[in-house]
């Protein structure tokens, strides 16, 4: 399966990764959302900033996947930090992901960047930060 993850721009996430400082990627929330339960190992991730770009930029595969059981709130804060060292959080990032119910961590391998391209998001929520898609080629715009 490929995913489209956003990625936050003003965290860097993107050039983290590129720098290979950043290896995994994190999402929570407090119900179990996208993509919990919705990722498994070798599927593709490609990777968009939000910063209104709308670009495709890079792709990795998924080497691992750790889907929480529900946490408390003091669980779910160690955890972030944790593994702090692999996610490179900026402190807006850490508010957002500590203290949720259900935390998904993915690590990733075989980074690599891309030519840019854009993809057609229609059908898929405007909020949305994480999208399965299926096959890259049925969202990609050629």
């Known amino acids: 399966m490929d995913h489209i993850v956003y990625l936050d721009y003003k965290a860097k996430e993107l050039p983290n990764l590129i720098d290979g400082k950043k290896t ?16 498994v190992k070798d599927d593709v991730l490609y990777f968009v900033e939000n910063n209104g770009g709308g670009l495709v930029k890079a792709k990795a595969m998924v080497e691992n996947v750790y889907n929480s059981e529900k946490l408390s709130k ?12 692999f996610l490179l959080l900026n402190l807006g990032l850490v508010k957002r992901f500590a203290g949720k119910r259900y935390i998904v961590l993915i690590t990733v391998k075989d980074f690599e960047q891309l030519n840019p391209f854009k993809i057609d998001r229609t059908g898929y929520g405007n909020m949305d930060d994480w999208l399965p898609v299926g096959e890259i080629e049925r969202v990609m715009i050629k």
Request: glycine share 10%; net charge neutral.
């Open 24 to 39: 995994k990627i994190i999402r929570g929330a407090m119900g179990r959302k996208l993509p919990y339960g919705r990722v």
């Open 74 to 85: 003091e669980d779910s804060e160690n955890l972030v930090e944790e593994n702090q060292h």
